[in-house]
């Protein structure tokens, strides 16, 4: 199983970013997934999930700026970005965790997102 993570970068505040993440070697309906962060000197959060069924859930801090997302013809899963404030700055992680076997879960390589003038 590998999940590639791709499209993050430097943007000025306001500005958009989407990330997407790409499985390979899994059945891409049996799984939920998620974007977490983890900026420098704090926890990793979730920041969005989507289920198998394409129910979604954000963070109360990005709710209304950023959407989740999934394509099961690419076995991919977005995060489209608007809106962009510095306090969005942090390593993104992507995650596909099986919607049965809780335990069992993969996890994307990081992509670094950083919101600066």
């Known amino acids: 199983v590998q999940l590639q993570a791709s499209g993050g970068g430097l943007v000025q505040p306001g500005g958009s970013l989407r990330l997407s993440c790409t499985a390979s070697?899994?059945?891409?309906?049996?799984?939920?997934m998620g974007w977490y962060r983890q900026a420098p000197g704090k926890q990793r959060e979730l920041v969005a999930a989507?289920?198998?069924?394409?129910?979604?859930n954000y963070a109360d801090s990005v709710k209304g700026r950023f959407t989740i997302s999934r394509d099961s013809a690419k076995n991919t899963v977005f995060l489209q970005m608007n809106s962009l404030k510095p306090e969005d700055t942090a390593v993104y992680y992507c995650?596909?965790?099986?919607?049965?076997?809780?335990?069992?879960?993969?996890w994307g390589q990081g992509t670094q997102v950083t919101v600066s003038s």
């Open positions: 995650n596909y965790r099986h919607m049965r076997l809780r335990n069992v879960e993969y």
């Open positions: 070697g899994i059945i891409f309906s049996n799984y939920d």
């Open positions: 989507v289920t198998s069924g394409d129910r979604t």
